[in-house]
């Protein structure tokens, strides 16, 4: 699992950046991708949080399995 700090959420749209703890990249994630112990409501900015590292089908880096720790 990587660990990053949530830069960016915006509820109403669903959609959402985490800056990686490894890198300097931003990472998409969408509110589908959280982990099921993890709320909407949790993601603020500059909450850290767990991902598990994936692609979009646009071939983005993005976050599924996301939690706050």
Do not use: Q
Request: net charge negative; aromatic share 12%.
């Amino acid at each position: 699992m990587a660990t990053g700090t949530v830069k960016f959420f915006n509820v109403s749209k669903g959609f959402g950046f985490i800056k990686s703890d490894d890198s300097d990249a931003d990472i998409f994630f969408h509110v589908t991708d959280l982990g099921s112990s993890t709320s909407p409501n949790e993601l603020k900015e500059y909450v850290k949080v767990s991902y598990e590292p994936s692609k979009n089908i646009k071939g983005v880096a993005s976050a599924v399995n996301i939690e706050v720790i």
